[in-house]
T-cell receptor, first 113, second 116 residues
């Protein structure tokens, strides 16, 4: 079974703090994704990576950065957390070929106060 | 314009009955894939079923089937014989192979409640 794990299920941070969210997958997937999920808006893509050290902006990259130093690990960084970044963050991975279905981690619910 | 539209924010169904969750999409890419995902209250999104734009037959996976009407640009999910464990959020999603690369676009979701 594909396993995608995220470093925290719940996180509370203060405004202005630097926040790291980590994601690890064990299926040798080339692609990895970070989404945020807000009620009524579905999932919105923040960044994705199709290879080590490669990244592309998604639909809402402002205020976020990412890092992929190893194939299995994809980190999302909030340089200076703000209250409007309070959300559920979902990491996913997929193969570069084939149908492209994504496998998701359990999510991190981040609250910025 | 919204590329994936799910018009039903919430749906109720009686246990053991069938339910259809609606999804319409918009794309000019002739090559695309359509997905449905389930998100239980635990939060983890689970891939359910896939339909490719060139697939001639509707996709089926166990109790899930996808009613694919290409001309109408609709990809409704049908769950047969609903179970209490089917209560969850359901998301329709699309990948535009030529124009979108690896990106997948998600709809806003439909919350399904299964009544005993």
């Amino acid at each position: 079974d594909v396993k995608v794990t995220q470093s925290s299920r719940y996180l509370v941070k203060r405004t202005g703090e630097k926040v790291f969210l980590e994601c690890v997958q064990d299926m040798d997937h080339e692609n990895m994704f970070w989404y945020r999920q807000d009620p009524g808006l579905g999932l919105r893509l923040i960044y994705f990576s199709y290879d080590v050290k490669m990244k592309e902006k998604g639909d809402i990259p402002e205020g976020y950065s990412v890092s992929r130093e190893k194939k299995e690990r994809f980190s999302l960084i909030l340089e200076s957390a703000s209250t409007n970044q309070t959300s559920m963050y979902l990491c996913a991975s997929s193969f570069a070929s084939g149908r492209g279905e994504q496998y998701f981690g359990p999510g991190t619910r981040l609250t910025v106060t | 314009a919204q590329k994936i539209t799910q018009t039903q924010p919430g749906m109720f169904v009686q246990e053991k009955e069938a339910v259809t969750l609606d999804c319409t999409y918009d794309t000019s890419d002739p090559s695309y894939g359509l997905f449905w995902y389930k998100q239980p209250s635990s939060g983890e999104m689970i891939f359910l079923i896939y339909q490719g734009s060139y697939d001639q037959q509707n996709a089926t996976e166990g109790r899930y089937s996808l009613n694919f009407q290409k001309a109408r640009k609709s990809a409704n999910l049908v769950i047969s014989a609903s179970q209490l464990g089917d209560s969850a959020m359901y998301f329709c999603a699309m990948r535009e192979v030529n124009t979108g690369g690896f990106k997948t676009i998600f709809g806003a979701g439909t919350r399904l409640f299964v009544k005993a």
